[in-house]
């Protein structure tokens, strides 16, 4: 398979843990993108990665959000002290090197995040 | 604040009709405009784009219409077929290269 995954696909964790999620995009891709989905909502950005170069990142992501692409390939979110609010879909995707304005951007599955 | 619109949460279409999933945005700045489908349990597909200086890309089946002065862009899809029941999204990129999306419409096309 050489689309873009994410794991876990699932995670429930305590108000107050400290979660970390992984995206591998495609192989080649140099642009990754995390999102976050709630109910009856479509993705709202939250950071953008050029290789290992964190070019943007959303005023929704809180100093508690923080995310890595060391090595520009695969990439981890990290969210400290979560709170029930945080629960979500996180979907991480990527764009190729190619790939101009515009491109299509390629989804991973998501990571569920439940914190109760 | 939401910058993409999609004000109708659902549709339901006939098998063979044509179905028209609107979109609205409030921002002028934006470069290219995009469609995704989504179904339950996996990650949004992408579907059709459109750059800003056109008004119209089609692709097979699957139309969009881009209207800057009214800042609104529509998908059609003809004739739609029941595998094209899902949600679509659609999504709008500024020059820093962050995509906003919409809330989606579910579409369910009725053999």
């Known amino acids: 398979d050489t689309g873009v995954s994410q794991n876990p696909r699932h995670k429930i964790t305590k108000r107050g843990q400290n979660v970390t999620f992984r995206c591998d995009p495609i192989s080649e891709h140099n642009r990754l993108y995390w999102y976050r989905q709630t109910l009856g909502q479509g993705p709202e950005f939250l950071t953008y990665f050029q290789n290992e170069a964190q070019l943007e990142k959303s005023r929704l992501l809180s100093d508690r959000f923080s995310a890595e692409r060391p090595k520009g390939s695969f990439s981890t979110l990290e969210i400290q002290r979560t709170e029930q609010g945080d629960s979500a879909m996180y979907l991480c995707a990527s764009i190729g090197l190619a790939g101009g304005p515009g491109s299509e951007q390629y989804f991973g599955p998501g990571t569920r995040l439940t914190v109760t | 604040d939401q910058q993409v619109k999609q004000n109708s949460p659902s549709l339901s279409v006939q098998e063979g009709r044509i179905s028209i999933l609107n979109c609205d945005y409030t921002?002028?700045?934006?470069?290219?405009f995009l469609w995704y489908k989504k179904y339950p349990a996996e990650g949004p597909t992408f579907l059709i784009s459109?750059?800003?200086?056109?008004d119209k890309n089609e692709d097979g089946r699957f139309t969009v219409f881009l209207n800057k002065s009214a800042k609104h862009l529509s998908l059609h899809i003809v004739p739609s077929q029941p595998g094209d029941s899902a949600v679509y999204f659609c999504a709008a990129l500024n020059t820093g290269n962050q995509f906003y999306f919409g809330t989606g419409t579910s579409l369910t096309v009725i053999p």
């Open positions: 459109i750059s800003s200086i056109k």
């Open positions: 921002n002028s700045m934006f470069d290219y």
